[in-house]
């Protein structure tokens, strides 16, 4: 892990300026001597027992662009201040100028390690305010279901991945790398893409299982535990890995509670308040499947509340892929039926290349006139949502993630918010680091694991 | 629309009444698809379409909404206020309960829902800001979203400020979890949290002027060439609503 | 820089050429610039599938300092622009960057405020490549794209030659259309726009093709 001394503020000629904490060395190479010699000219106006150290946005072990502004006293963090805002992307406004269905495409991209969990709880919201959600199929909500506890897997294996990588362990990247691939590819599979797949729409999901979906699961359940059970051993009992993260980023459940802190951090206190259990959705009520808690609150205790979770997602896939291979009643659509707000056409290969299915264009042009109408509507316009605001909640793997939705009896959303726990669970990167060691802030940060397109939106 | 000349010099009736009332609410959108000017020969053009008056929902409320209001109450009662000083109005739809705290009152509320077992609203969820550019007087709203994990309870509070004094007072004295979603909230909308320990941008670069996710902050884009034609960016489109 | 520049162009020049572009094709360490969802497809690749160890890249530079490549893998905000330029400029030469992504290759689908629109406007990039995000092999392919350059960069002389070549041939380019051809000859600053320089030595092309239709 490297630091670096270099600061803030205009430069002198010698490379010095006066910041807020005192003097501020710029390092820009080849220039060690003159900041020795400025340090030993400084030497008796200020205190040289602090150093104010910058862990900037471009960091290998700051998952992320994160910038982390430390205080150092030898190796103690004195005081920790995170800075967030370097990939704020304007997603929330950019979302105020397309309409409701094409929002789906920007919230997916917030946290980009869980882009099923924003859409879901996007289009869940957009439901809410439309009034349908006991209108939506439901085909449709075992497959965001599914979806979302693959996401789960993916996303835990990144976490892992990178705690792993961040610590200085490569090994720990390419298993959970491995792992990560296989979801891909069922991601690739079932929706077309890998990621920021804009599968989950208001109403429904953009398309059903292709064919040798359900057989490409089953053969991915079947190796997972396998792989699952692999990664542990490597980690469990692993000394290097426990002494790095047992004891180390400590916050208990008053510390959550105060800052809000959702999420694995908060069931690694003990709590086991997970939405899926307490506030169900999208049929979350029907599975079978724990919610696993550890009590030691450290970053170890996160890290095994992780992987327990992707054992429960495991079982869950499971359940929902047998409810997705049982006989299915003649109808069974992934879409609302109605018209007005249900997206019309599917992809499809046609005698052109990849396009709206030809089924769907003979229909709409040869054999019913309200659906090429309701098409063009959809698409250029929208369907209208009444007037409110609303404000769903699923758990993310990040913790409680909220969407606040306010129509305004537009096509348009008002105003699109996502309460990203990322965001949320950063703040909490100070409690848990201040007093430790530098080294320790590796895992307090990874075991946030913050994804900072989250944090940022 | 027309005024009914009511018989026998009696008041106007009701209906009248009521669409005198509409008739000076605000135009919130005009025409039907979008364009003004040419192509439009449907007539449908000339619609307005008036925000209605401000919502509220009255007793019972249903669900568990009349235990929290009815604890509130006592409560608020007890510390001296009452509960119709310090909320403005409640809104139940869609399942969900918002109260509309009066800002002096913010703090005192949270603290209540906070600490009154009863009521125990533990998670605060985070603030946020909506801009409602028409409605002169209330314009910058703040949102917070309560959790309460021991009666497993959702609540939202909603404080409305105007434009000219755009001053909120801070809950991170009750929830510390809010200091980083004041900041956002001051750093899109320009809503001030007083006693906010560090009021400072959060997202934006520190020397940023003006608030993006206001209405009346442009998008930003520019138009994006693409083999010889110019597409404009989103905010300049044309819009089909 | 190094004794290579200061050969005389000849038999020797195109050999040290082709000597130098091997080793240094060979052994390119990226500074991985992760910022975005791209980062995460950048971290597959160096997975066990996608594996960026066959070119040596795995060993990725964390300091700017030692490294070759900037894959600049996502959206850019206003906010690390700056950044993004000074960990540039500490890069040592020869250098070069792949904006990874259309976000970072111009602004992406995020045309608003926040978003520096295409990295370009902030580093010089060597090669574009376009996804949301680009697929493993498609990093890859833009890998093998920027070795093939790395290989054939010619050095000295030559390569003062070839710019000069270069920066002619752009010059007398033709246009895309007549209506691009009237809109650059509006830009008497010159510069590159998107789709070819500014037709500043040639005025006669707007006058030959304005009858191709507008």
Known sequence: MTTQASGTGGPAADGTAEGTEGRVYNVAGGDWDEVVRALQDGADQEDTEHLVVNMGPQHP??????????????????????????????????????TWTQGVTFCTRADYLSPIFNETVYCLAVEKLLGVEAEVPERASILRVMMMELNRIASHMTAIGTFGLELGATTVFLYAARERERILDLFELITGLRMNHAYVRPGGVSQDLPRGALDAIREFLGRMPHQLADLRSLLDANPLFLARTKTVAYLDLTGCMALGVTGPLLRGTGLPWDLRK???????????????????????????????????????????????????????????????????????LGGDGLGNSPDHIAHIMGQSMEALIHH???????????????????????????????????????????????????????????????????PAVASIDPVMGGVDR | MSENSPPHGAEPDEAALAGQERLSEQVVRTGMFGTQTTGDTSGYGGLQVRRGPPPFTPRPYGSYFDEVADALSTRLEADGGGFDEAVERVIVDRGE????????????????LRDEPSLAFELCGGVSGVHYLGDVGRELHAVYHLVSIT????????????????????????????????????????????????????EMPDDWKGHPQRKDYPLGGIPVEYRGATVPPPDERRSYT | MGVEEKLPSGILLTTVEKLAGYARKSSVWPATFGLACCAIELMQTGGARHDLARFGMERASNTPRQADLMIVAGRVSQKMAPVLRQIYDQMADPKWVISMGVCASSGGMFNNYAIVQGVDHVVPVDIYLPGCPPRPEMLLDAIVKLHDKIQNMKLGANREREVTELEQARLRRLPLTASLAAGQSHNPAGGPTMLGPPAVGSPAPAAGTGAAGE
């Open chain 1, 61 to 98: 072990s700051t998952h992320g662009v994160l910038r982390l502004v430390l205080t150092l006293d030898g190796e103690t963090v004195t005081e920790l201040r995170p800075v967030v805002g370097y990939l704020h992307t304007g997603i929330e406004k950019s979302m105020e100028f397309r």
């Open chain 1, 278 to 348: 307490s506030q169900p959705y999208c049929g979350y009520e029907t599975y079978d499947f724990e919610v696993p808690t550890q009590d030691t609150c450290d970053a170890y205790g996160r890290y095994l509340v992780r992987i327990d979770e992707c054992d429960e997602s495991l079982k869950i896939i499971e359940q929902a892929s047998d409810r997705l291979a049982g006989p299915r009643p003649e109808h069974d659509p992934v879409m609302i039926s109605d018209p007005k707000i249900g997206w019309p056409a599917k992809l499809a």
């Open chain 1, 376 to 442: 063009f509507k959809l698409v250029t316009e929208g369907f209208r949502v009444p007037v409110g605001q609303v404000y769903t909640a699923v758990e993310s793997p990040r913790g409680e993630l909220g969407c606040h939705a306010v129509s305004d009896g537009g096509t348009r959303p008002y105003r699109a918010h996502l309460r990203d726990p990322s965001f949320t669970n950063l703040q909490a990167v100070s409690a848990m680091a201040e007093g430790g060691l530098i080294a320790d802030v590796i």
């Open chain 2, 97 to 112: 309960l918002t109260l509309h705290v009066r800002r002096e009152h913010l703090v005192a509320v949270a603290r209540l």
């Open chain 2, 151 to 202: 009666h497993n309870r959702r609540l939202r509070l909603e404080v409305s400020v105007p434009d000219a004094d755009p001053h909120v007072p801070s809950v991170v004295s009750v929830y510390p979890t809010c200091n980083w979603h004041e900041r956002e909230t001051w750093d899109f909308f320009g809503i001030v949290f007083d006693g906010h320990p560090a009021l400072t941008r959060i």
